[in-house]
Nanobody
């Protein structure tokens, strides 16, 4: 099982940008699909983006398509989420996860989350 630690969250004004990072332990990071999910207060955790083990394929939730970019550096065991043009509704705790496939049920290892707060 891989251990995941997110960082990069914080408070930013609407329209601003943030880049989240998720550092993974172990030598098998390159074998995992990596995903970002988020949970806003009072809401269910929702899918944001996922990237294939090689980084060659990505998939986004419609709500963030064209706004967020997921990427990974397998040499650094790290996955990133670049978030641009942030909106109030992007406020949430953001979690990274490691999995064996594209679907949510494939993700078994989770980080502790990092808070992203967008102010007006």
């Amino acid at each position: 099982q891989v251990q995941l630690v997110e960082s990069g969250g914080g408070l930013v004004q609407a329209g601003g940008s943030l880049r989240l990072s998720c550092a993974a332990s172990g030598r098998t990071f390159r074998l995992y699909y990596m995903g970002w999910f988020r949970q806003a207060p009072g809401k269910e955790r929702e899918f944001v983006a996922v990237i294939s083990p090689s980084g060659g394929n990505t998939y986004y939730a419609d709500s963030v398509k064209g706004q967020f970019t997921i990427s990974r550096d397998n040499a650094k065991n790290t996955v990133y989420l670049q978030m641009n043009s942030l909106k109030l509704e992007d406020t949430a705790v953001y979690y990274c996860a490691a999995g064996t496939g594209w679907t949510r049920t494939d993700f078994r290892s989770w980080g502790q989350g990092t808070q992203v707060t967008i102010s007006s």
